[in-house]
């Protein structure tokens, strides 16, 4: 079955980008690359930040015998194995994996899921108050009310299964009720918002490298629009996926498919690069 599941994601995202490739000019998309100049530093030099406050939202979250200098090595460790495993959050069995033993399994598992519930939480409270923005540019009503509703849904979801337990993957146990306060925690909050600007920032300057100054507030919401379509798993550590999406939401406000395609490649290739350390560190311990 497992082996059925990575043929299928392999070919939807064959699909998906003979769909974006046979949609946009090639000659185009080169003049673009060759626009690279030194605005690249400012995305290359905000991984480590990232990082940063990825590793401590989960040193916030676990509480325990874990420095937050090892997670921070354990999160770079599993962005790299992101790059080869379904969604963008594929990295996640590695950090179960590395702290199962220490922590225990059912520990670990809801630690790493209320991590990623924050995450996805923070995205969408961006999304929120950037909707009104979005609206006021493009008039796009379903846009601008979508994130309302996630986050009415998300607390829906969060006041029903708040106080329960339910069975994950079959031998395990999700106990909300001891992890509730944690996802709605302030620090934590403010930890994941900071996270997601920061992604939001690199992608401003990437636009900005190719010319194009746009409302910072429009950047997040498009930002955190793609992040949730890239959770669905059902490419390759959301290839394609990204692409399209973001060749949809910029060209709303005019953006050339060519520049969004160029960026979202552009981005996934330095990601690969800043990620690989992680993966250096990874085979030199083994």
Known sequence: MIKYNRIIKLVITLILLYLIFSRVDISKLIQVIYKINFLIILPLTLYIPSLILNSARLY???NKKVS??????INWISAFFSNFLPSNIGGDSYKFISLRKRLGNQFVLESVLI??????????????????????????????LLPWIILFIFFILLGIFGQKKFKIFKKYTLNMGRYKYKILNPKII?????????GAVSLFF?????GYTINFFIVIGFYCFIQLLNMIPISINAIGVQEASSIY????????????LAISLLSRIVMIIQTSIGGLIYFFEK
Do not use: H, W
Not at 193 to 198: I, R
Not at 206 to 210: A, K, T
Not at 249 to 260: K, N, T
């Open 249 to 260: 939401f910029f060209s709303l406000i005019g953006i050339p498919a060519e520049v969004s």
């Open 68 to 73: 937050q200098k090892e997670l921070f090595k």
């Open 60 to 62: 916030q979250i676990i």
């Open 115 to 144: 991590d990623r519930i924050s995450g996805v939480l923070s995205i969408i409270i961006l999304s929120c108050i950037s909707s009104i923005i979005i609206y006021s540019n493009i008039k796009n009503l379903f846009l601008s």
């Open 206 to 210: 990437y636009y900005l490298m190719f």
């Open 190 to 198: 403010i930890n994941s918002v900071g996270y997601t600007l920061l």
